[in-house]
């Protein structure tokens, strides 16, 4: 029997304000998408085997909120991510049968139209949900108010700025549960903290307060540990030759406890793995400080979770918590001129030498005609020569190692959209004036699209009221205020012990073969989480990756300033986490580089060498 039905059926439950309260039990809450685009099989899989009370589904980034404005802009039933609506509405009845309950951030800007459509698809099933939605994190209509408080930017401090196109506030856990109070089976939201989708239910379920903290921590966690869907089943895995079927790739499961121990798992007879390291991975991911998470509903501290391996999955426990900030924060995009994105396939001896040639004739045709029209230069130009292993730096292969076939990448940014224009009519002439080798233009000639760019702020959350709609009946949410906020102590800069008097010995090691490594993006930083495989390999992994042996590393990917690493302990699972400030060439919605998020420094880091080491063996011995 379904394990939603049995717990209706066998749990003692009290109800208190409209929260249910579900006493020596576990609530199970699945994962069905990661971002916008993701697999709609994992709805299907998790209703028919994840045996879940709670379905979450995670759409929303930076670039998808101005996607989402340019849609309703054309269009005002527009402004929702589809895939949401898509992934459920074939099985609508069989989410309505099983009792299970929804919770999205797919409403993007326009949750009222998203939940317009689900229900006439329900309808037309012949089924009804009451579809609860949350409005208030559209900071758009107080553009003004906000240009003349004079708002600054939280990280470079730059002026608000005038080309803003959206600007939403991250809303915690709060407004969801108050939807589920008033009896919601679906809740759709706009801009929320993506843990908090999971949060919410436990909260709820559970009769969590908003000041018990600790439980809030771990519920935060297990939200983060499964808002990335598969990553942390197998997907994105430092040992991915080792995850089996990734056509069948399992999406997680959280199994949690009242007292906040959570279980990590997936659908039988589904393919990836559950091990310390692909959850390990997850946890570190796209975050900073350990110890100071700060999200809406309480800052957490993961620096001493710890993990243990089961026949069911992994089980996580160990998070802490401390009150809140006052703030929300607030991720705004800003239109600052046009970018444009030219991708060429070489073939043949010297393929890398081809297109550091034609790239350069490129530039040189076009700014001669740029001066011929009196057209300012380019802002900015990116060229990389993909096969010359350019993202490498200087740890790059030679020229006698390179490839007999490259890729350019040329991308270009410019304040006029006609001088993007010019730039771009003059690739095609090196299909006939060009080297020899030149087998295709990946989609044709490229086209102008705005440069987006983050600005991201602070805001007081007693200013930002949420409203909960649900069947015409709209309810309010203020966030609570604590006296206590986060301490110095917490959020103060790491440091950086050295070690000294390590055993040494004859042995080279790459960090692959120590640590399982994993990179992330927020705004124009990367963070690497490195977790070692023993716990005896942290020591000299500490001591080989300084922050400035990591700064020298990644030397060429810093821009302008601002470029520094920072590295956080986290005892608990036995890794380190840097963070890369300014690392990203703008960020995911504005750089023009082939990594904009920083996906492959997890992997570029895991090839720096560690030298004089004893044996791994030796290491493990000597600490037993």
Same mark, same amino acid.
């Given at each position: 029997?379904?394990?939603?039905s049995?717990?209706?059926?066998?749990?003692?439950q009290?109800?208190?304000?409209?929260?249910?309260?579900?006493?020596?039990?576990?609530?199970?809450?699945?994962?069905?998408?990661?971002?916008?685009?993701?697999?709609?099989?994992?709805?299907?899989?998790?209703?028919?085997?994840?045996?879940?009370?709670?379905?979450?589904?995670?759409?929303?980034?930076?670039?998808?909120?101005?996607?989402?404005?340019a849609?309703?802009?054309?269009?005002?039933?527009?402004?929702?991510?589809?895939?949401?609506?898509?992934?459920?509405?074939?099985?609508?009845?069989?989410?309505?049968?099983?009792?299970?309950?929804?919770?999205?951030?797919?409403?993007?800007?326009?949750?009222?139209?998203?939940?317009?459509?689900?229900?006439?698809?329900?309808?037309k099933?012949g089924?009804?949900?009451?579809?609860?939605?949350?409005?208030?994190?559209?900071?758009?209509?107080?553009?003004?108010?906000?240009?003349?408080?004079?708002?600054?930017?939280?990280?470079?401090?730059?002026d608000?700025?005038?080309t803003?196109n959206?600007?939403?506030?991250?809303?915690?856990?709060?407004p969801?549960?108050?939807?589920?109070e008033?009896?919601?089976?679906?809740?759709?939201?706009?801009?929320?903290?993506?843990?908090?989708?999971?949060?919410?239910?436990l909260?709820?379920?559970?009769?969590?307060?908003?000041?018990?903290?600790d439980?809030? #921590?771990?519920? /935060?966690?297990a $939200?983060?540990?499964?808002?990335?869907?598969?990553?942390? @089943? =197998? !997907?994105?895995? &430092?040992d991915w030759e080792?995850?089996?079927?990734?056509?069948?790739?399992?999406?997680?499961? #959280?199994?949690? /406890?009242?007292? $906040?121990?959570?279980?990590?798992t997936?659908?039988?007879? @589904? =393919? !990836?793995?559950? &091990?310390?390291?692909?959850?390990?991975?997850?946890?570190?991911?796209?975050?900073?400080?350990?110890?100071?998470?700060?999200?809406?509903?309480?800052?957490?501290?993961?620096?001493?979770?710890?993990?243990?391996?089961?026949?069911?999955?992994?089980?996580?426990?160990?998070a802490?918590?401390?009150?809140?900030t006052?703030?929300?924060?607030?991720s705004?995009?800003?239109l600052?001129?046009?970018?444009?994105?030219?991708?060429?396939?070489?073939?043949?001896?010297?393929?890398?030498?081809?297109?550091?040639?034609?790239?350069?004739?490129?530039?040189?045709?076009?700014?001669?005609?740029f001066?011929?029209?009196?057209?300012?230069?380019?802002?900015?130009?990116?060229?990389?020569?993909?096969?010359?292993?350019?993202?490498f730096?200087?740890?790059?292969?030679?020229?006698?190692?390179?490839p007999?076939?490259?890729?350019?990448?040329?991308?270009?940014?410019?304040?006029?959209?006609?001088?993007?224009?010019?730039?771009?009519?003059?690739i095609?002439a090196?299909?006939?004036?060009?080297?020899?080798g030149?087998?295709?233009?990946m989609?044709?000639?490229?086209?102008?699209?705005?440069?987006?760019?983050?600005?991201?702020?602070?805001?007081?959350?007693?200013?930002m009221?949420?409203?909960?709609?649900?069947?015409?009946?709209?309810?309010?949410?203020t966030?609570?205020?604590?006296?206590?906020?986060?301490?110095?102590d917490?959020?103060?800069?790491?440091?950086?012990?050295?070690?000294?008097?390590?055993?040494?010995?004859?042995?080279?090691?790459?960090?692959?073969e120590?640590?399982?490594?994993?990179?992330?993006?927020?705004?124009?930083?990367?963070?690497?989480?490195?977790?070692?495989?023993?716990?005896?390999?942290?020591?000299?992994?500490?001591?080989?990756?300084?922050?400035?042996?990591v700064?020298?590393?990644?030397?060429?990917?810093?821009?302008?300033?601002?470029?520094?690493?920072?590295?956080?302990?986290?005892?608990?699972?036995?890794?380190l986490?840097?963070?890369?400030?300014?690392?990203?060439?703008?960020?995911?919605?504005?750089s023009?580089r082939?990594?904009?998020?920083?996906?492959?420094?997890?992997?570029?880091?895991?090839?720096?060498?560690?030298?004089?080491?004893?044996?791994k063996?030796?290491?493990?011995?000597?600490?037993?």
């Amino acid at each position: 029997m379904l394990f939603a039905s049995v717990l209706r059926r066998n749990c003692v439950q009290s109800t208190i304000s409209g929260r249910r309260y579900v006493h020596n039990k576990k609530v199970r809450i699945g994962c069905s998408s990661g971002f916008w685009g993701d697999t709609p099989t994992a709805v299907p899989q998790l209703l028919y085997g994840g045996n879940i009370q709670y379905l979450v589904c995670d759409y929303l980034s930076e670039v998808t909120m101005s996607l989402l404005v340019a849609a309703r802009s054309k269009n005002p039933q527009l402004g929702f991510t589809p895939d949401f609506v898509e992934s459920v509405a074939p099985h609508l009845t069989q989410i309505k049968k099983q009792g299970i309950k929804i919770v999205t951030n797919g409403g993007g800007i326009n949750p009222k139209a998203c939940v317009d459509m689900l229900q006439t698809l329900a309808k037309k099933q012949g089924t009804e949900f009451k579809i609860a939605y949350v409005l208030g994190d559209d900071l758009m209509p107080r553009k003004e108010l906000l240009q003349k408080e004079g708002i600054k930017e939280m990280f470079s401090k730059q002026d608000f700025p005038s080309t803003v196109n959206s600007m939403n506030a991250y809303y915690g856990a709060g407004p969801i549960v108050k939807a589920l109070e008033l009896g919601a089976d679906i809740v759709i939201t706009g801009r929320s903290t993506d843990s908090a989708l999971a949060l919410a239910p436990l909260m709820y379920e559970f009769g969590w307060k908003n000041t018990e903290f600790d439980k809030l #921590a771990a519920g /935060s966690l297990a $939200g983060h540990l499964i808002e990335c869907g598969s990553q942390c @089943t =197998g !997907g994105n895995h &430092t040992d991915w030759e080792s995850v089996p079927d990734f056509d069948n790739l399992g999406f997680p499961v #959280a199994e949690v /406890s009242n007292d $906040g121990e959570i279980l990590i798992t997936k659908a039988p007879n @589904t =393919g !990836g793995i559950l &091990t310390l390291g692909s959850v390990g991975e997850q946890m570190l991911y796209e975050i900073g400080d350990p110890k100071a998470y700060v999200l809406p509903d309480v800052v957490a501290d993961f620096s001493n979770v710890q993990m243990k391996e089961t026949e069911e999955g992994v089980v996580v426990w160990g998070a802490k918590g401390t009150p809140p900030t006052p703030d929300y924060k607030i991720s705004a995009t800003y239109l600052d001129g046009f970018k444009a994105t030219c991708v060429v396939n070489f073939a043949g001896r010297k393929s890398v030498e081809k297109c550091r040639v034609i790239a350069d004739s490129i530039f040189k045709r076009t700014r001669m005609i740029f001066k011929k029209l009196n057209v300012p230069d380019f802002d900015k130009v990116h060229v990389q020569v993909i096969g010359a292993e350019e993202c490498f730096g200087a740890n790059a292969v030679g020229p006698t190692g390179y490839p007999r076939e490259a890729v350019l990448w040329m991308a270009v940014k410019h304040h006029d959209k006609k001088a993007l224009g010019i730039w771009a009519k003059e690739i095609a002439a090196c299909g006939t004036g060009g080297t020899p080798g030149i087998t295709a233009t990946m989609g044709g000639r490229p086209k102008p699209s705005p440069c987006l760019k983050l600005f991201s702020f602070l805001y007081p959350k007693s200013k930002m009221d949420a409203d909960v709609h649900l069947d015409g009946q709209i309810e309010s949410y203020t966030a609570s205020q604590f006296d206590q906020v986060a301490s110095d102590d917490v959020l103060k800069k790491p440091e950086e012990k050295s070690l000294e008097n390590l055993p040494v010995g004859g042995h080279t090691y790459r960090l692959e073969e120590l640590a399982y490594t994993r990179s992330g993006d927020k705004g124009n930083s990367c963070n690497v989480g490195v977790i070692a495989r023993h716990p005896a390999y942290l020591p000299y992994i500490k001591h080989a990756l300084s922050t400035e042996k990591v700064y020298s590393h990644f030397k060429h990917v810093f821009e302008g300033p601002g470029g520094l690493v920072r590295r956080y302990d986290c005892p608990g699972i036995h890794g380190l986490n840097f963070v890369l400030e300014s690392s990203l060439g703008g960020g995911g919605i504005a750089s023009l580089r082939p990594d904009p998020q920083g996906k492959a420094y997890g992997q570029i880091l895991a090839d720096i060498i560690l030298v004089n080491m004893p044996s791994k063996e030796e290491i493990v011995r000597r600490s037993e």
